[in-house]
């Protein structure tokens, strides 16, 4: 089983961009598609973006489109999500998964935090 580690969260300015990480441990990294979501306070889970094994498909929750950018680094066994425009509506707890499918259950790592402020 995979271990997966999210960084890259903070505090930004409305307009502004975070790039977050989501670093995997174990050998089968290369060979998994991986997720990212969100969950802000008092709603559920979103789901944000999603990358094939090998980086060459991708797809996005409507909300993030054409703002948000997800890619990997199979040598790194990492995966990241680039995020620009930032809104405050995008303040979350940011998670990411080894999934492809958005209406992934879990489990779920720690998260990184994403606070947009106005």
């Known amino acids: 089983q995979v271990k997966l580690v999210e960084s890259g969260g903070g505090l930004v300015q409305v307009g502004g961009s975070l790039r977050l990480s989501c670093a995997a441990s174990?050998?089968?990294?290369?060979?998994?598609?991986m997720g990212w979501f969100r969950q802000a306070p008092g709603k559920e889970r979103e789901f944000v973006a999603a990358?094939?094994?090998?980086?060459?498909?991708?797809y996005y929750g409507d909300s993030v489109k054409g703002r948000f950018t997800i890619s990997r680094d199979n040598a790194k066994n990492t995966v990241y999500l680039q995020m620009n425009s930032l809104k405050p509506e995008d303040t979350a707890v940011y998670y990411c998964?080894?999934?492809?499918?958005?209406?992934?259950?879990?489990?779920w790592g720690q998260g990184t935090q994403v606070t947009v402020s106005s």
């Open positions: 998964a080894a999934t492809y499918y958005r209406d992934y259950g879990g489990p």
């Open positions: 174990g050998r089968t990294f290369s060979s998994l598609a």
């Open positions: 990358i094939n094994w090998s980086g060459s498909s991708s």
